[in-house]
Structure formats: C-alpha cells, structure tokens
Nanobody
Framework: QVHLVESGGGLVQAGGSLSLSCAAS????????MAWYRQAPGKQRELVAE???????NYADSVKGRFTISRDNVKNTVYLQMNSLEPEDTAVYYC??????????????WGQGTQVTVSS
C-alpha cells in the first residue's frame, strides 16, 4: 500500500556530487522519521542520515559535513545531497520511511535501492 521510489544514483568521480530522491506514495496518513541507509558488498547495512518530522537531523560521522538530508512533507519526499564524494561512499543506498497509514501501528517501508559508485 505504501511505495518508496528512489532515484538519482549513478557513477561519479571522486570529489563530485550526487543528489538522491525518495518519494513515498500510497495510503499515507503521516510520515514520521525518514532516513537513508547504505550497504556495500560484504558489509552490514548502515545508517547514513536520518530526519524527523520536525526536521531534526542526524548523520554518520563518515559523512558529516559532506552530506545533507532534507525532506518535503507536502511531496512526502526525502532527499540526500552528497558532496565531496569518496570511493568509500560506494554502496547501494536505501531510503526508509516510518509511515502511519491504515494500520494501528506505524510501519517501516524501504525503497528498492539505488547504486552509487564513486571512482578514484
């Protein structure tokens, strides 16, 4: 009932920039926390950045100062602006949204993932 669609991944040279978008649609009453995670081969999925419904943010130390998370509550969309990209940022990036829809409890929904590759 709730779908998260990601876009904006691709191949970029070290030092370059990319912008990711993730739009939630479907049966939505309230979108609570939204976040970006990433997973590299052989690695655990890790939190990159998160943003609350009141615009509070939190970043992983490895991306702090380089990445910026933002959201548009009218469009139910979360963004991740990535600057000064490094090869270590190469991973599949997933968006997550905690959504209160038709259920009694809110649920976590995940996007399909988008590949970000940074070449040196």
């Amino acid at each position: 009932q709730v779908h998260l669609v990601e876009s904006g991944g691709g191949l970029v040279q070290a030092g370059g920039s990319l912008s990711l978008s993730c739009a939630a649609s479907g049966s939505i009453f309230t979108v609570n926390d939204m976040a970006w995670y990433r997973q590299a081969p052989g690695k655990q999925r890790e939190l990159v950045a998160e943003i609350t419904s009141t615009m509070g943010t939190n970043y992983a130390d490895s991306v702090k100062g380089r990445f910026t998370i933002s959201r548009d509550n009218v469009k139910n969309t979360v963004y991740l602006q990535m600057n000064s990209l490094e090869p270590e940022d190469t991973a599949v990036y997933y968006c997550k949204a905690d959504v209160w829809g038709s259920s009694v409890y809110s649920k976590d929904y995940w996007g399909q993932g988008t590949q970000v590759t940074v070449s040196s």
